[in-house]
């Protein structure tokens, strides 16, 4: 929660990052107390978190290759390389990472929790889409205006409005785990009896 609340500032946001995975190898390493749903979806968040990023790299460098062979006038290759092919196959990849997100405390949730979890997934999907589509393309393009008034941080300003929604709901789980709601009571005598 804690990292996820940091990771989004400029400059300190690997401190933010490194802290966000020690609590994800945490949740990890504690799955099994809180009953079935909850291993599933942790083992599936860190299949989707590999998968998204997997895809991310990978694409990125046939990317990076279509482009040396762009360059090299290779006509094996009929498209063109952009930046915002560069930026669909983040936004993809981001997208699939991103439900690692949601699944990893989806199970220890009420309705609340949930819909916050949604929506700090919607939220970064459609940033991600914003900044390929409109803030990126005016960095490449060395617009003055862009440096001079400190625009350049706008993509990393916006990453707090997922990232709020994700701590908050992580915050609501701890809550329920702190007021002895999961695991439930039923769940700690049955398995105090086995």
Partial sequence: MIGLLIAWIPFIGAVGGIIALVGAVLVILGREAFGHEHARNVILSIIFFFVGIGISIVGALVLF???????????????????VSLGLIIIVGGAITSIAQVLLTYALQKRNGRILLWSGYATSIALNIVNTLI????????????FETGLFFLPA?????????????????RDRMVRREIPSPMMQQSSVTM
Avoid: D, E, H
Wanted: proline fraction near 10%; charged fraction near 0%; charge should be positive.
């Fill in 135 to 146: 803030i990126y393309p005016l960095f490449v393009g060395g617009r003055p205006f862009f």
């Fill in 157 to 173: 300003f916006l990453g707090a409005i997922p990232a709020l929604l994700y701590a908050i709901a992580y915050y609501l789980a």
């Fill in 65 to 83: 290759f279509a482009a040396i062979s762009f360059t090299a006038n290779n006509p094996g290759f009929i498209v063109q390389p952009s930046f």
